[in-house]
Every structure is written in structure tokens, then in C-alpha cells.
Nanobody
Framework: EVQLVESGGGLVQAEGSLRLSCAAS????????IGWFRQAPGKARTGVAC????????YYSHAVEGRFTISSDNAKNTVYLQMTNLKPEDTGVYYC????????????????????????WGKGTVVTVSS
């Protein structure tokens, strides 16, 4: 079964940290770029961070740059999102997604935009940041 499974969400106080994981299975992990998206209550799902399979470069939306770090463990088919200095506005459901077309993923991430053009979506993990 082709799937992405997120984990690591939870409740944290402002200025705290969390590490999210995205475990891939059922497909060739090396053929896809992976991104993290988030959906705040009442808002659209938008790009946060991504890592390109072609060269390992990473990209971030303006809202999280300098606070979040995306990384990949190819041996475990897992991508991580280390989140530090969390703010209440980081609250939302965090999804990981896989895309063959890395250009769309990169542009969506840099613009903090929404897209339905990802090939595989996870079901999400909830992050709540209290003030």
C-alpha cells in the first residue's frame, strides 16, 4: 500500500520545539520530493518546507524560515520536520506529501501557497501551540 504516515504532533507551549516524522512506504522513496504542509483552523492547507530528491536542497516558506528544518533519512524512508521557537500561529494539522514534479513543490513552499498537485498525501498530525 502506498502511504505516508505522519507522527510527532502534540501540544507544546510557545517557544517550545517538536519534531515531526513522515514515514513512506509502498513506493520508491528516491523518486519523489517530499514536502510538509499545514492547515490552520479555518484556513487552506499551505506549503511549509520541502526537500528535493534530485539534489537534497531544502526550501521554506517565509513564515517558518529560520525556525523549522526539514531533513531526510533515506535508509529509513523518513522525512523529518524539526520545529523550534514555535508560535501559536503554527497551530494546525501538518501533512507530508510526495511529488514527482519537484518544481511545483518548491514553488508552493516558497510562496506558502496551496496546491492539490501532490501525488501522495499523508493523513496529518495535529500540532497545537499554546501561548
Amino acid at each position: 500500500e502506498v502511504q505516508l504516515v505522519e507522527s510527532g504532533g502534540g501540544l507544546v507551549q510557545a517557544e517550545g520545539s517538536l519534531r515531526l516524522s513522515c514515514a513512506a512506504s509502498g513506493f520508491s522513496f528516491s523518486d519523489y520530493s517530499i514536502g510538509w504542509f499545514r492547515q490552520a483552523p479555518g484556513k487552506a492547507r499551505t506549503g511549509v518546507a520541502c526537500i528535493r530528491r534530485s539534489n537534497g536542497l531544502t526550501y521554506y516558506s517565509h513564515a517558518v524560515e529560520g525556525r523549522f528544518t526539514i531533513s531526510s533519512d533515506n535508509a529509513k524512508n523518513t522525512v523529518y520536520l524539526q520545529m523550534t521557537n514555535l508560535k501559536p500561529e503554527d497551530t494546525g494539522v501538518y501533512y507530508c506529501a510526495a511529488a514527482v514534479n519537484e518544481t511545483i513543490l518548491v514553488v508552493t513552499t516558497l510562496l506558502g501557497a496551496q496546491t492539490d498537485a501532490m501525488d501522495i498525501w499523508g493523513k496529518g498530525t495535529v500540532v497545537t501551540v499554546s501561548s
